[in-house]
């Protein structure tokens, strides 16, 4: 696959009571939380570009502006999909929307950086090093976290 304006992804889930607004206590109320539609929106985008990119790269999410205009209550279906509108260089613009069972619940625009993987993890992980300085490290989790960060970059 090519990366090209246009290029579309998507992502569903259904809401239950770990994505609601009421589960990370960004609201009372069991409705499908803007955190967690964000995030469904980045999937969406993340999986599209991903499929284009070589070997050692992946994508991080850079800049969010999103509307969460309607509630969409515990049991019902989501589905956020990403359309590729600009790429700058290693910048790559998605519009981006979600919809439930009865229609558009939230849009907006999301921002992705292309990433070399291995540069990346060489320059954020020596944070947790420099946070420890002083301490005992365990080498061990920093290890993990390099590996998890191959894994789930982003």
């Known amino acids: ?56 790269e992946t994508s991080v999410g850079t800049r969010v502006d999103i509307r969460h205009t309607a509630a969409t209550p515990a049991g019902m279906r989501i589905r956020a ?32 950086a292309i990433v070399d993987i291995e540069r990346f993890t060489r320059r954020c992980y020596p944070k947790r090093e420099e946070k420890n300085a002083g301490t005992s490290i365990d080498r061990h989790a920093i290890s993990d976290m390099q590996r998890d960060g191959e894994e789930n970059d982003g």
């Open 81 to 112: 999909e990403s359309t590729v509108t600009a790429i700058d260089g290693r910048t790559v613009t998605f519009r981006v929307t979600a919809c439930d069972e009865k229609g558009e619940i939230g849009s907006g625009r999301h921002e992705r």
């Open 1 to 56: 696959m090519i990366l090209e304006i246009g290029l579309k992804g998507s992502a569903e889930l259904t809401v239950d009571d770990t994505n609601t607004a009421a589960a990370v206590h960004s609201g009372g109320l069991r409705v499908f939380g803007t955190p967690f539609m964000v995030a469904l929106m980045e999937k969406a985008a993340y999986g599209s570009l991903q499929e284009t990119l070589g070997t050692g």
